[in-house]
């Protein structure tokens, strides 16, 4: 350690004399002052280098502290982003939710799909089956039409003879009046309406119709009429709509074990339009008959154009003369 200037002066003092050992002293002070000098100035430098590690400290602190803010507002976006991912998620189970409600309302609609296409499916083959009863039925109508034809031919040959002869039949249902109760009463019929052959000039046909119709039906269909003889078939009105709509000749009875109805529409010569017409007057007249329907129509002559719209419907044709 370097002497202070103190203990020098002190010793210069003790002995003034020894100068000597006074310039030893002083070259080993200023080897003294010059290790402080450079100790003084290394000081210097360790303090600027301190300063300056100081300074970079102060500037890493304000980096970190500006990196924390930025932590801090990453961290606040973040939590938004969270936050909006939540509120996404639940738009997301709500939409779920509601397509789930919409698969289900789907998967019910399927169900009731499958049901009503087996409900369809169960009506067609019903369908099928009436088309085959029909298609017999149309094949046993055209039979009987052909059967028709043959009697309206008979029936023709009858009327010729019955007029010749009328004088003579009428005799002869007196004879055989006489012989029977239940003949008399058959007889008595037959002599009522030969009775009315006199007139068939002026009678109407819708008279002709009430004589000949009951048997023809009976023997040919085994349709039996309800009523006195002679009026099973009379003129009928029906109330449709707020109007009376008339109906030539009405009559009810039995096809076997079934219940039927006489619709009967007479004219005296009948052509197609005549078909159509009664066609219309029997879909408006439908749904008021209690029983079901055998719609016929009766006249002198049937013109060839009314047989296939008449088969078509199922309707029968009648003439008097052409059985």
Request: charged share 25%; glycine share 8%; hydrophobic share 35%.
């Amino acid at each position: 350690m370097p002497e202070s200037k103190g203990a020098i002066k002190k010793r210069r003092l003790k002995n003034p004399n020894d100068e000597g050992s006074s310039a030893g002293q002083v070259g080993g002070l200023e080897g003294a002052l010059q290790r402080l000098t450079e100790g003084v100035i290394a000081l210097a430098e360790g303090q600027k280098q301190l300063q300056a590690t100081v300074t970079q400290l102060v500037e890493w602190q304000q980096q970190t502290q500006g990196t924390v803010a930025q932590l801090v507002e990453g961290q606040i976006q973040l939590q938004n982003t969270v936050s909006q991912l939540a509120e996404e998620n639940r738009k997301l189970a709500d939409g779920q939710e509601r397509l789930w409600q919409a698969v289900t309302h789907l998967t019910k609609g399927q169900d009731e799909l499958r049901q009503a296409v087996t409900r369809l499916t169960e009506e067609n083959r019903r369908l099928s089956e009436g088309q085959e009863r029909l298609q017999e039925t149309v094949a046993h109508l055209s039979e009987e039409n052909r059967k028709l034809a043959e009697e309206q031919e008979r029936l023709q040959e009858t009327v010729g003879q019955l007029v010749g002869v009328q004088l003579q039949l009428q005799t002869t249902v007196s004879q055989l009046a006489e012989e029977s109760r239940k003949a008399m009463v058959v007889l008595k019929e037959v002599n009522r309406r030969v009775s009315r052959l006199d007139e068939q000039l002026g009678m109407t046909v819708e008279s002709v119709a009430q004589i000949v119709l009951p048997g023809y039906l009976e023997r040919h269909f085994g349709i039996k009429l309800e009523g006195k003889l002679g009026y099973e078939l009379k003129p009928m009105f029906f109330r449709l709509n707020g109007e009376w709509e008339q109906v030539d000749l009405y009559g009810e009875g039995r096809m076997g074990k079934e219940e039927i109805c006489i619709v009967c529409g007479c004219k005296a010569k009948i052509y197609e339009r005549d078909v159509h017409a009664f066609v219309k007057k029997l879909e408006r007249l439908w749904g008021l008959l209690r029983k079901r329907p055998i719609p016929v129509l009766f006249g002198y002559s049937i013109h060839p154009s009314a047989q296939e719209p008449a088969s078509s419907h199922n309707i029968l044709l009648v003439s008097p003369l052409h059985r």
